[in-house]
């Protein structure tokens, strides 16, 4: 932040339940894995369908690829703005309406009987389906920065466990009658319970235990209250203590653009560039590995899904081994980084040059690992060098750029694909190249970074 700007609010939203204690996360960390859970449990039995249910209501392929484009432009532009609106509405109000609208959205998809029904059901997820963004910013105010990593990659494995089941019951489904309106209701209720679960989880714990927290963690967070009323004072400029009901409406939507400004303005960029290359590097890798290996190799889609599930399995497993590998980098999360994103080039580069379908199961069994390992290192990072007086605002930016990169890499893909099967993972090869070489170049304000940060907690 520029040294002219006012110091920074006091963290918004509710205070943080109390930071878990001892060898384990607390009760409310560990329901908050359930809460990923069933997210992606949920979202993983409708969303492999979508292609084909949109297909049967008559659309053309255009359509199709219209229709989710859009999805994708609603996640861009509205992931940021609801990430900031956890901060200063709080997260439990946040994370609730987050989940209660896209039950509606996919309550709605259930009852999609045609192409436009079918556009209209996907608007509210592509608003409001930020529940993992929501979480993973609630972990951040949870516990210690040393902790975040372990949590937020056991978060991870949990969500990737929902994924790696949930296309399993999706397609059982599917074989029945109406089996995808069945699977999408189904899902609908799923994130009925999973905001139930959000309602009973011990948020009453978090006033009694929450100075103790703010010891370890951070000194500048106080209850939703105080922080309102702090934020009503500034933008009168002190002239006034109280709001008008206009005003009221009015202080949230300031609050939040200038959060965003002042992510925008800052120093985090070559973070954020760091994300995206790697994002559409691995979008690249994935975009038509089906595709591939049968042309190169003569594998079957049905044998590409195992693999592709053996490689969701492994990088699940991965989550739940974060704990001793940042114990062994000493809690260094910007040497993780660099060394799980050389890996992740040298392991894609292994898979455009393989001979046979062995070195891609070695490949896809090592990627796996890596891209867990670099997913949750980019996010700690962030929140580390970037503070934790928005990690909503922060969180949230980074999903925006990880969804301008879903929307490049199919285009990228389908380009280098004109010349040969193996020109979308050689071009996610250079791309990845180009985000090792900006964290080389930028290592020392990474290392200093991360030293102040420590020091001034």
Known sequence: MGASEPPPAPRPGPAAPPAPRGAGPGRFVRCLYL???????????????????????????????????????????????????????????SLLACILFSALGYLLLGMSTSVCLFAIARVPVGIFKHTLSISKALLSDLVSEKERPLVIGHFNAASSVGFILGPVVGGYFTELESGFYLTSFICSFIFILNAGLVWMLPWSEEHTDSSENEQTTSNSKVTAKANYDLQVQSLANGTTKYATPLQSLWIPVVSVLKRIKSIACSDLWDIFLVRFLMSVAVMLYYSNFVLAIEERFGVKP???????????????????????????YQHNSYALLLHSTVLTCVLIMLYSTALSIWAVILSSTFLAFSTTVGRTCITDLELTLGGNQAS?????????????GRIIAPLLSGIAQEFSPCGPPSLGVGLALVAILIMLMNTPRYCSGRNAKLKSE
């Open 302 to 328: 049905k044998l590409t899904g195992y693999l592709i599930s053996y490689s969701s399995t492994v990088g699940a497993l991965a989550g739940f081994l974060l704990g001793p590998i940042t114990r062994l």
């Open 35 to 93: 809460v990923g859970f069933l997210d992606f449990f949920g979202v993983s039995m409708v969303v492999p369908l979508l292609s084909l249910h949109i297909k049967s209501l008559g659309a053309s392929p255009t359509v199709a690829g219209v229709v989710g484009s859009f999805y994708g432009l609603l996640q861009l532009f509205s992931s940021t703005f609801v990430g900031c609106w956890s901060d200063v509405i709080g997260r439990q109000y």
């Open 392 to 404: 909503g605002t922060l969180i949230g930016v980074g999903q925006s750029v990880t969804s301008v």
